[in-house]
């Protein structure tokens, strides 16, 4: 691509789509430009990338067609209402801050004409792992889904979505990985428990949880039928089985999800 891209923030998840973007070759280092308050943070992401760094956001908006806005949701407005001025028709907005609708942006800056795209990227992002989901207020165009796409397809997979899905994904994907990550620690802890020495029990879990997901990806099956494959007659994996269906393992994982995605309602309502 020819045009240049912005990125508003420097943190975790700047970084990790900068890293994509570069990986995957969508943007020359010289195309791409992050403003980074922190002097710390610029020169470490100039070093490490070797993109040009700008400690205020003027220089992105005079010279990027695409902006990343990977700011935190609170400072969000703020930060809209003071570039307002330097906004214009040709700059595709694309925003990954969670709970912000996208009529929150064009009233921020007072255009009904701006193109915004909102994400919903998750934190398996930062080793290119990730999954997003994405959306376009009236004014983006086909193509300005397909740049996002590629862009966030360059740090994991993506789905175009409806923005009235956006909650329900900040409540699987977007909070996922906590939940995966208490699964995993409480396997491990499990292990611990039944006499296995703790670096044992690590390298058991991860393996067996990284194995499962290729399973489950490379064999195509519904998840029911790799398990009932593991579950034979009267053995320990039924009796295990059993545990959890009586704790309703199902239908709590069913209602963190809901009440993750009933809390994004209320955020973005709020």
Not at 192 to 214: D, F, H, N, Y
Request: proline share 3%.
């Amino acid at each position: 691509m020819t045009e240049k891209i912005g990125c508003i923030g420097g943190g975790q998840m700047g970084e990790a789509l900068i890293r994509g973007i570069i990986q995957s070759g969508l943007y020359q280092t010289g195309d791409i430009i992050v403003s980074e308050p922190d002097a710390k943070r610029r020169d470490y992401l100039k070093a490490t990338y070797a993109i040009r760094t700008a400690e205020d956001s003027l220089t992105l908006w005079q010279e990027c067609d695409i902006v990343i806005l990977a700011v935190k949701p609170q400072i969000m407005a703020s930060m809209l209402r003071e570039a307002r001025l330097h906004i214009q028709d040709r700059h595709l907005l694309i925003t990954i801050a969670a709970g912000l609708p996208l009529h929150f942006y064009s009233e921020c800056i007072s255009s009904e004409t701006c193109r915004v795209i909102r994400v919903m990227p998750n934190t398996p992002a930062l080793i290119l792992q990730g999954a997003s989901a994405i959306c376009g207020n009236h004014n983006v165009s086909a193509a300005d889904l397909e740049k996002a796409q590629s862009i966030f397809s360059a740090v994991g997979t993506t789905v175009v979505l409806d923005e009235s899905y956006l909650d329900a994904v900040t409540g699987l994907s977007g909070s996922g990985p906590a939940y995966v990550f208490t699964f995993v620690e409480a396997l491990i802890d499990a292990g611990v428990k039944c006499g296995l020495a703790r670096p044992v029990a690590e390298s058991l879990t991860l393996q067996t949880i990284l194995g499962s997901i290729k399973l489950l990806q490379e064999s195509g099956e519904h998840p029911a039928v790799l398990r009932s494959r593991v579950a034979s007659p009267g053995g320990t994996t039924i009796a295990g089985l059993h545990v959890l269906e009586k704790a309703g393992f199902r239908g709590i994982i069913m209602d963190a999800v809901e009440a993750a995605t009933d809390r994004s309602k209320m955020l973005g309502k709020s």
